[in-house]
């Protein structure tokens, strides 16, 4: 069975940057689509970045050019880097990985962004 392990997630100041990862084991994640989510107390789950397996990618529009998707298959994991942070994108991170025979999330990092 497929198991996701994020990390990465952390305290950082407005503007500031990070990036996550989401480490792969029990399978390859080479014929999955990939996605990263967040949710904030209170609020649902959201999407904020998806990557297919030929390597197209989606962001929500209030990430769109400030957060990048990327996998590296050789590696089994897909990464998040976020720049340019907003207290807003203050939430705890997940990834997921989705394929015909099912969908894997991970347990999920906190990312607070804050002064």
């Known amino acids: 069975q497929l198991q996701l392990v994020e990390s990465g997630g952390g305290l950082v100041q407005p503007g500031g940057s990070l990036r996550l990862s989401c480490a792969a084991s029990g399978g390859t994640l080479d014929y999955y689509d990939l996605g990263w989510f967040r949710q904030a107390p209170g609020k649902e789950r959201e999407l904020v970045a998806q990557?297919?397996?030929?390597?197209?990618?989606n962001y929500a529009d209030s990430v769109k050019g400030r957060f990048t998707i990327s996998r590296d298959n050789a590696k089994n994991t897909v990464y998040l880097q976020m720049n340019s942070l907003k207290p807003e994108d203050t939430a705890v991170y997940y990834c997921?990985?989705?394929?015909?025979?099912?969908?894997?999330w991970g347990q999920g990092t906190q990312v607070t962004v804050s002064s």
């Open positions: 990557i297919t397996s030929g390597g197209r990618t």
């Open positions: 997921n990985a989705v394929q015909m025979t099912g969908t894997y």
